[in-house]
């Protein structure tokens, strides 16, 4: 039996009074029990037909044509036509949330933020099934349980700004769940969250599927997700449907050259030395010809940055008008240490919250560091970063710069394009008017944008065109280091191609040195010389690039690698294995990497060609290596 049934399905916006077509005669079907991933970039119309199920699209979204029937498994002789019912009625409003629950991509931007969690979860319980708030309580409390919350009742009275990125997705899905619904809609579930994490989310979703028998429409661009998710996979482009099958099918078998070359676009471990992704359209051309050649540096010895035992401490908690209440200390850079050489690129990788963006930030000078150093050596001189101070600190920031990882929040919406890329220049008084915007348009052109584009505001470009002029601001300086904060991980995996590809040639043209931070280890892998992984604060592993995948030594790293989920189904996760209560938790790790009872610490082992380990000091190498 199919729990929904999607006929000839025809949506349209009205912009300006003119009606425009943005999903086109889709028809897809969910079996019951069954999970269908629904695949395609932004922009494909995935996310307004799930809105259009739910009963949530806009007010300038209506459906011009076909049918949405949802045949409820307790009572599976009618079928209710979704597409026919009023907007806000009562019918529609029975079905969502109750029979059709829905998880959203961003949980911190659908859950509300003055409302704990308990409060939210109890509010979709009530409405659909009324019950004292004794009996609520403790049903919420077992599905905040069954979710994964150690801590149910204090997890009850949490605010969501209290929750790490998993666990906010942890309480949407308990949010869903509450009512058990016969139909479950993920819009991209796991987008944001690390790859342990994500592995955790997913085997909760199939465990709770097998439990509950609910059928699943998972939407997704991450096709390393679908093959270990999907039975059924259906792969929309520009709201029409491409080519749809079931997972075997579609993985072994592609037929449509969209398709092909949305698998061609993912970066993946079994790439060759020096090949590219495949975009699916490549931007603008860029006139290489145009990019001035770098001045070499007088000498190439020394590391152009060094990273000495890093650390910084939060305080957290609160204290009364008379000094009472309760401050933790939390760590989140410990004794870090690493070199970045002139030209390469190291990569950062860890989950969230292992410490990766505060490094950054004392590299950048956002955030004061308790203790370490860390030396700039362009060949000419050494600076001491952390020692700067006034003039001298603000003469030095063209030298290190930064892409973010939302170009939406790092983008002003007040300010043309124009001025955001002339606005350093001004600031660091780098030439006159006309020489600024001469500098300003060669920008643009070195990140294939259209010169044309200058005098538009950031709202008015793709997610990929807004990171590239985040690139863009970022080179404005010529600096010689360049942090990229998880420059991709909003993006789609095609749009996610292009910048990849992007900035391997402005590192290969310009001699630009990175450090890379992602949590996603396969853009790493492509991107980066060297790789640092990072825990609890501190870097457990560090390796060349082929070693950390070929040997990893250190238990997360592993753990990290048998989470990623591959575009293949003859290398599905084993997710019982993935992350076993949280990789970072230390007491699953062997007795080697831990600190020992009789106070024993921990130092970076050499394990040979520059592969280091933290590990007890009177660990045996050969023992860790094998």
């Not at 659909?128 to 403790?138: G, I």
């Not at 944001?192 to 465990?207: F, G, H, K, N």
């Not at 969230?352 to 963006?357: D, E, L, V």
């Amino acid at each position: 039996m199919d729990i929904l049934r999607v006929k000839d399905l025809q949506i349209a916006f009205t912009v300006h009074g003119l009606a425009r077509d943005v999903v086109k005669g889709v028809s897809l079907r969910v079996p019951a029990g069954k999970t269908v991933a629904l695949v395609g970039e932004s922009g494909s119309g995935k996310s307004v037909i799930s809105q259009a199920i739910m009963g949530l699209l806009p007010r300038s979204g209506a459906i011009t044509g076909g049918e949405i029937l949802f045949r409820d498994p307790a009572a599976p002789e009618t079928a209710v036509d979704i597409a026919g019912l009023p907007a806000e009625g009562p019918g529609i409003r029975a079905l969502r949330g109750g029979r059709i629950g829905m998880i959203f991509q961003e949980p911190m931007s659908s859950l509300s933020p003055v409302h704990t969690i308990g409060n939210q979860i109890e509010e979709a319980l009530l409405l659909h099934r009324p019950m004292s708030r004794k009996q609520a309580r403790e049903q919420i409390e077992a599905m905040l349980k069954r979710v994964g919350f150690k801590d149910p009742p204090r997890a009850f009275g949490a605010y969501p700004f209290e929750l790490s990125g998993g666990l906010r997705q942890r309480a949407m899905l308990a949010m869903a769940l509450i009512c058990r619904p016969a139909l479950l809609i993920a819009d991209e579930p796991t987008t944001a969250l690390d790859v342990t994490i994500q592995a955790q989310v997913l085997d909760l979703m199939r465990d709770l599927q097998a439990e509950m028998g609910m059928a699943i429409l998972l939407i997704t661009h991450d096709l390393g997700v679908v093959a270990n998710m999907a039975d059924e996979v259906v792969v929309i482009f520009h709201g029409e449907i491409m080519e749809r099958g079931t997972a075997e099918d579609v993985f072994r078998r592609p037929r449509h050259p969209y398709l092909k070359a949305l698998l061609k676009a993912s970066p993946h471990f079994d790439m060759q030395e020096g090949e590219r992704l495949v975009a699916l359209r490549e931007a603008k051309p860029r006139p290489k010809a145009e990019i001035r050649a770098r001045p070499e540096p007088a000498a190439q010895d020394a590391p152009l940055l060094r990273v000495r035992g890093l650390s910084k401490t939060y305080v957290t908690g609160s204290r009364s008008f008379f000094g009472k209440g309760t401050l933790n200390a939390v760590k989140a850079v410990d004794d870090v240490s690493f070199d970045i050489c002139r030209g390469e690129c190291l990569g950062l990788v860890g989950e969230s919250g292992c410490g990766k963006t505060t490094v950054s930030k004392i590299i950048m000078r956002a955030v004061s560091a308790d203790s370490g150093e860390v030396i700039f050596d362009d060949g000419r001189g050494r600076t001491d970063l952390l020692a700067l101070r006034g003039e001298a600190l603000r003469a030095f920031r063209p030298r290190v710069q930064m892409i973010f990882q939302d170009p939406v929040s790092s983008l002003s919406p007040r300010m043309t394009v124009k001025n955001i890329l002339r606005e350093p220049l001004i600031i660091h008084e780098r030439g006159e008017s006309a020489a600024q915007n001469e500098r300003v348009k060669q920008l643009m052109q070195d990140v294939g944008l259209d010169i044309r584009f200058l005098n538009r505001y950031p709202h008015s470009f793709s997610g990929g065109q807004r990171q590239r002029i985040g690139i863009a601001r970022a080179l404005a300086l010529d600096p010689e280091l360049i942090i990229c904060d998880e420059p991709v991980s909003a993006l789609d995996v095609s749009v996610q191609a292009q910048i990849l590809n992007l900035l391997k040639d402005l590192q290969a043209e310009r001699g630009l040195t990175f450090l890379f931070i992602s949590h996603n280890l396969a853009v790493v892998n492509y991107m980066a010389d060297r790789i640092a992984v990072m825990a609890n604060g501190r870097i457990v592993e560090i390796a060349p690039r082929l070693r950390i995948f070929a040997a990893p030594v250190h238990p997360y790293t592993k753990a990290l690698l048998r989470s990623v989920p591959f575009a293949d189904l003859d290398r599905k996760l084993d997710f019982k294995l993935t992350a076993p209560g949280g990789a970072s938790d230390e007491r699953h790790w062997d007795a080697a990497f831990r600190h020992g009872e009789d106070g024993g610490g921990l130092s970076h082992l050499p394990l040979g060609s520059g592969h280091y380990v933290l590990a007890r000091a009177d660990a045996d190498v050969k023992e860790l290596v094998s």
